[in-house]
């Protein structure tokens, strides 16, 4: 894994949330095969923080994203329909983002199931048990805490030498910025990289067409059960409305592939996926 250069850290005693804008970055550590721990995918990602909330995303997502976004609209300068991605990288793997708003620290996860986009609402607050032990990271004094959540145990490191009860993913609540914080079987892990101020955010490519639709964790576990045990029941509702859908694909030789046939490649491409990505970082919200 390449070394990530810190562009600004914080040296200040306290920092207050003000107008000014802030960016912290952390490299998150995951092993979602559960079978194969050797497995260990890296990536950035940014917690942007204002003083209303903050929005929790993969930086290689949002550099996808907008290098997207610049074909879309260049083809429809030219009023082609032709778009070309092939040129883009694909270099991340995490498609989540997290939202809170301050002051009461309203959670949403904004995800998606086989296409279809979800907001999902965060119920409760987590317990946090700090503890005495302390420690240094990257030059900012650190104090010990553990919580519960999501069905592991955690354990973060937080400072309060930056004044702010934020952390990555849905993590928060403690009296000061969560540095680093991974469960006790080491499968996912948030590690501070560096901060620095950001006078604007980039805005995000959001498509107004599509709304995600707000859900609770129950109902989204629900949802998730319910396309683990038939992967290919959105397509086929697709082809039984709409008995003239075209889904056109070939095979090596060139032969067109029945509906039969591309139903059943799908549900075992989605299964062989699923057995591979078995290890979210909230086991019971993917139950």
Same mark, same amino acid.
Do not use: C
């Given at each position: 894994?390449?070394?990530?250069?810190?562009?600004?850290?914080?040296?200040?005693?306290?920092?207050?949330?003000?107008?000014?804008?802030?960016?912290?970055?952390?490299?998150?550590? =995951?092993?979602?095969?559960?079978?194969?721990?050797?497995?260990?995918?890296?990536?950035?990602?940014?917690?942007?923080?204002?003083?209303?909330?903050?929005?929790?995303?993969?930086?290689?997502? =949002?550099?996808?994203?907008?290098?997207? *976004?610049?074909?879309?609209?260049?083809?429809?300068?030219?009023?082609?329909?032709?778009?070309?991605?092939?040129?883009?990288?694909?270099?991340?793997?995490?498609?989540?983002?997290?939202?809170?708003?301050?002051?009461?620290?309203?959670?949403?996860?904004?995800?998606?199931?086989?296409?279809?986009?979800? *907001?999902?609402?965060?119920?409760?607050?987590?317990? #946090?048990?700090?503890?005495?032990?302390?420690?240094?990271?990257?030059?900012?004094?650190?104090?010990?805490?553990?919580?519960?959540?999501?069905?592991?145990? #955690?354990?973060?490191?937080?400072?309060?030498?930056?004044?702010?009860?934020?952390?990555?993913?849905?993590?928060?609540?403690?009296?000061?910025?969560?540095?680093?914080?991974?469960?006790?079987?080491?499968?996912?892990?948030?590690?501070?990289?560096?901060?620095?101020?950001?006078?604007?955010?980039?805005?995000?490519?959001?498509?107004?067409?599509?709304?995600?639709?707000?859900?609770?964790?129950?109902?989204?576990?629900?949802? #998730?059960?319910?396309?683990?045990?038939?992967?290919?029941?959105?397509?086929?509702?697709?082809? *039984?409305?709409?008995?003239?859908?075209?889904?056109?694909?070939?095979?090596?030789?060139?032969?067109?592939?029945?509906?039969?046939?591309?139903?059943?490649?799908?549900?075992?491409?989605?299964?062989?996926?699923?057995?591979?990505?078995?290890?979210?970082?909230?086991? *019971?919200?993917?139950?």
């Amino acid at each position: 894994m390449q070394k990530y250069i810190i562009l600004f850290i914080f040296s200040i005693l306290s920092l207050q949330l003000s107008s000014q804008n802030h960016r912290i970055t952390y490299e998150y550590s =995951f092993k979602m095969d559960s079978l194969n721990r050797n497995l260990i995918e890296k990536e950035l990602m940014n917690l942007d923080i204002t003083q209303d909330g903050s929005n929790f995303y993969s930086s290689g997502k =949002f550099v996808y994203d907008s290098l997207t *976004s610049i074909e879309e609209k260049r083809a429809q300068s030219m009023k082609s329909h032709h778009v070309d991605f092939s040129k883009i990288p694909l270099n991340h793997k995490i498609e989540y983002s997290v939202t809170k708003k301050y002051p009461n620290f309203e959670t949403k996860l904004h995800t998606a199931i086989n296409g279809d986009q979800f *907001s999902v609402l965060n119920a409760g607050k987590l317990n #946090w048990n700090i503890l005495a032990q302390n420690k240094e990271i990257e030059g900012l004094k650190a104090q010990k805490a553990t919580t519960e959540f999501g069905g592991r145990k #955690w354990i973060a490191w937080f400072t309060t030498e930056i004044a702010i009860q934020d952390g990555p993913y849905k993590f928060s609540g403690l009296p000061g910025l969560i540095l680093n914080i991974e469960d006790e079987k080491g499968d996912h892990a948030f590690k501070f990289v560096g901060s620095k101020k950001v006078i604007a955010y980039p805005t995000f490519n959001v498509d107004s067409e599509v709304k995600p639709l707000e859900i609770s964790a129950k109902k989204f576990t629900q949802l #998730w059960k319910e396309y683990t045990n038939d992967p290919t029941k959105k397509i086929r509702q697709i082809f *039984s409305q709409n008995s003239e859908a075209k889904l056109q694909m070939f095979d090596n030789t060139g032969r067109e592939i029945s509906r039969q046939e591309i139903l059943i490649m799908r549900d075992q491409q989605a299964k062989e996926k699923l057995k591979k990505n078995n290890n979210f970082l909230e086991l *019971s919200l993917y139950q």
